[in-house]
């Protein structure tokens, strides 16, 4: 069976940071690409970043450059999003997904369950 588990969300404070992590299991997810998606109450979900299978390629939502960064680790078969300079309006349910092909559109094949980032003022 075919998961990918999200951890690492919290309550935390502006300004502070937060890791992600998002770890596959039942298929060899090495050749995929990796994206994170977020979704607040009453939204849309969102593009957040995404990144390639080998790591070279990386893209940002404009609302989080210069403070997100996506990262891969084939090896563990996990992808992470280093969360800095958090702000109240990152507060969002955080989703990883997996596809063969790179997109910043919610048509991934594989989905996680989400974790939690809550952000106060």
């Known amino acids: 069976q075919v998961q990918l588990v999200e951890s690492g969300g919290g309550s935390v404070q502006a300004g502070d940071s937060l890791r992600l992590s998002c770890a596959a299991s039942?298929?060899?997810?090495?050749?995929?690409?990796k994206s994170w998606f977020r979704q607040d109450r009453g939204k849309e979900r969102e593009f957040v970043a995404a990144?390639?299978?080998?790591?070279?390629?990386?893209y940002y939502a404009d609302s989080v450059k210069g403070r997100f960064t996506i990262s891969r680790d084939n090896a563990k078969n996990t992808v992470y999003l280093q969360m800095n300079s958090l702000k109240p309006d990152d507060t969002a349910v955080y989703y990883c997904?997996?596809?063969?092909?790179?997109?910043?559109?919610?048509?991934?094949?594989?989905w996680g369950q989400g974790t939690q980032v809550t952000v106060s003022s």
């Open positions: 997904a997996a596809d063969r092909r790179i997109s910043d559109t919610a048509d991934y094949a594989y």
């Open positions: 039942g298929r060899n997810f090495r050749s995929y690409a």
């Open positions: 990144i390639n299978w080998s790591g070279g390629s990386r």
